[in-house]
T-cell receptor
């Protein structure tokens, strides 16, 4: 089955620790994205990558970092500099051409205490 | 900066009713608009994608319209069912620059049996 996988589904961390969220896709899509969702709100863009070894900051990149060493993988690290890291994190991908849809993974719920 | 607004924020209807969800956006320079469904704690499922040159798209009981010049889209759900209960999100992709989506905050729909 083609799709996007995110792991883990739930993640708990202590304040001050860095944590890395996994996102893998086997759709052969060039572009990948990370969004954050807070309760009752829409999604906000953290980082995106349109090609391997290249990525750009989104609207709320502070306190986050990413890498794109392989086409199928786009891990997100939530650093201790992120002031309010507790949220639902969604990864997405799309083919290079913009006429196509974005496809979303199942999400990771991160709780930091 | 693009802003996307969805009205109403929440809606409760009896089963069988036809309903309309509204989405408005401030910048008409969009490439496409996408409607998504999100179940509690889950990722997003794409429902319909409308290219900027199109006026509407249909899938089963769902019909989405787009009026780009006025910055509006509607999602029409016919003969609603309890299984339609979910949050519905609209998102727009810009004409130029990054291909990431800008989301509204969603309409939470409850269909009463």
């Amino acid at each position: 089955d083609g799709g996007i996988t995110q792991s883990p589904k739930y993640l708990f961390r202590k304040e001050g620790q860095n944590v890395t969220l996994s996102c893998e896709q086997n759709l052969n899509h060039d572009a990948m994205y990370w969004y954050r969702q807070d309760p009752g709100q829409g999604l906000r863009l953290i980082y995106y990558s349109q090609i391997v070894n290249d990525f750009q900051k989104g609207d709320i990149a502070e306190g986050y970092s990413v890498s794109r060493e392989k086409k199928e993988s786009f891990p997100l690290t939530v650093t201790s500099a992120q002031k309010n890291p507790t949220a639902f994190y969604l990864c997405a991908s799309s083919p290079e051409d913009s006429i196509y849809e974005q496809y979303f993974g199942p999400g990771t719920r991160l709780t930091v205490t | 900066k693009q802003e996307v607004t969805q009205i109403p924020a929440a809606l409760s209807v009896p089963e069988g009713e036809n309903l309309v969800l509204n989405c408005s956006f401030t910048d008409s320079a969009i490439y496409n608009l996408q409607w998504f469904r999100q179940d509690p704690g889950k990722g997003l499922t794409s429902l319909l994608l409308i290219q900027s040159s199109q006026r509407e798209q249909t899938s089963g009981r769902l019909n989405a319209s787009l009026d780009k010049s006025s910055g509006r889209s509607t999602l029409y759900i016919a003969a609603s069912q309890p299984g339609d209960s979910a949050t519905y999100l609209c998102a727009v992709r810009p004409n130029t620059g990054r291909r990431a989506l800008t989301f509204g905050s969603g309409t939470r729909l409850q269909v009463q049996p």
